[in-house]
């Protein structure tokens, strides 16, 4: 969107550069081996993550697209809040609030797995689960850990697991 909003030629190559790298990156994270990934969890589907998606859009891109060629301290300012910004998304691992996932045809559903037992009683964790698959509430599938909150669920459209390379 940057590069489309500025109107100097070096920054829209910048910007086209940066969105083209994002979507290569977040392709190949979303497709490496399942063999590369640290585990394979049950998960069970509690919801749609989508609504923390549109929140990401209006609070953190919306604000950045008022101007098309803004002063250099409003240039400045949208520079160090991007930095505190990354910096959140990325310690936070906030890897399913990234929109580019909804252009690459994936989608984000909330789910639960067990992550102990406290006496005869199962302990959960809230997670988001990153699926090509439209998952139904109560659905149980196997994913991928991608961090600490993030799995990754391989099962195509037709139901079969990917493939290995």
């Known amino acids: 969107m940057f590069a489309l909003r500025f109107e100097s030629t070096w920054l829209r190559v910048?910007?086209?550069?940066?969105?083209?790298?994002?979507?290569?990156?977040?392709?190949?994270?979303?497709?490496?081996?399942?063999?590369d990934r640290p585990s394979n969890q049950k998960i069970t589907v509690t919801g749609d993550g989508g609504a923390e998606v549109s929140g990401y859009l209006a609070a953190y891109l919306l604000p950045f697209l008022s101007l098309a060629a803004p002063p250099l301290l409003d240039g400045l300012s949208y520079l160090i809040f991007l930095v505190v910004?990354?910096?959140?998304?990325?310690?936070?691992?906030?890897?399913q609030v990234n929109p580019t996932i909804y252009l690459l045809g994936w989608r984000v559903a909330r789910?639960?797995?067990?992550?102990?037992?406290?006496?005869?009683?199962?302990?959960?964790?809230?997670?988001?689960?990153?699926t090509k698959?439209?998952?139904?509430?109560?659905?149980?599938?196997?994913?991928?850990?991608?961090?600490?909150?993030?799995?990754?669920?391989?099962m195509h459209q037709d139901g079969g697991v990917r493939r290995e390379r």
């Open 85 to 95: 910004a990354g910096t959140v998304y990325i310690r936070s691992g906030l890897m």
């Open 14 to 35: 910048m910007f086209g550069f940066l969105c083209l790298g994002g979507i290569i990156v977040a392709a190949y994270l979303l497709r490496r081996n399942r063999s």
């Open 111 to 130: 789910g639960t797995i067990i992550v102990g037992k406290r006496g005869d009683v199962d302990v959960s964790k809230e997670v988001y689960v990153i």
């Open 133 to 154: 698959r439209n998952r139904r509430v109560q659905e149980s599938l196997q994913g991928e850990r991608f961090s600490d909150r993030v799995y990754i669920d391989h």
